[in-house]
């Protein structure tokens, strides 16, 4: 049994896990008006979806967060202007592959491989299909960070914490809590 069939098993067999939590992403200023679309990793693919299918990318703390967005450089770079965002989860049927012993080897060189072996994406594919909500994997640039990864969420799974609206004046008519489904 390969390890997303494993993963696809064991999440049909529990529904699996409920996550209620806060999660970050950063975003560019270009695009942090739509802060919930998915449309970034839409438009360019990513370790997880295929070109053309949303998801939103997210990490279990700030730094993680920092590091994927790459925005905490690496010491020698300048990093152009971002947003750090929290966004306030409960979401349901999550599936969880953080800690299987083999999840980080087995997906770290999806970006490597031609799009038709790559299988973060064979995984998307299997957990769309499976009703799953979310994957929660290991972060491939931070050790012991967390991607939470939404493949279906809504404006009652997720929420942009913004109590001051700031967002909202910033990017006026623009700002969207909700642009993806």
Known sequence: MSLIDELIHNFEQTQGC???????RVHSLKWAFAPLSGDGAKLRGGR?????????????????????????GDGVTLINPVVLLSYIVTCDRVLD???????????????????SKRLGWKLFERARQANVNAIIVPSYTK???????????SADTIKVHDPDGTLSR????????????
């Open 143 to 153: 050790s012991e960070g967390k991607n939470v990864i939404f493949i279906n969420w």
């Open 97 to 115: 592959a953080f800690d299987h012993p083999d999840t980080y080897a087995y997906f770290s060189g999806g970006w490597l491989l031609p799009n």
């Open 18 to 24: 409920l996550v209620n939590q806060t999660v970050y």
């Open 48 to 72: 997880f979806n295929p070109k053309g299918q949303t998801a939103l990318y997210t990490c279990s703390d700030q730094f993680t967060a920092m590091y994927e967005s790459k925005a905490a």
């Open 170 to 181: 910033t990017y006026g008519d623009r700002f969207d809590q909700l642009d993806s489904k």
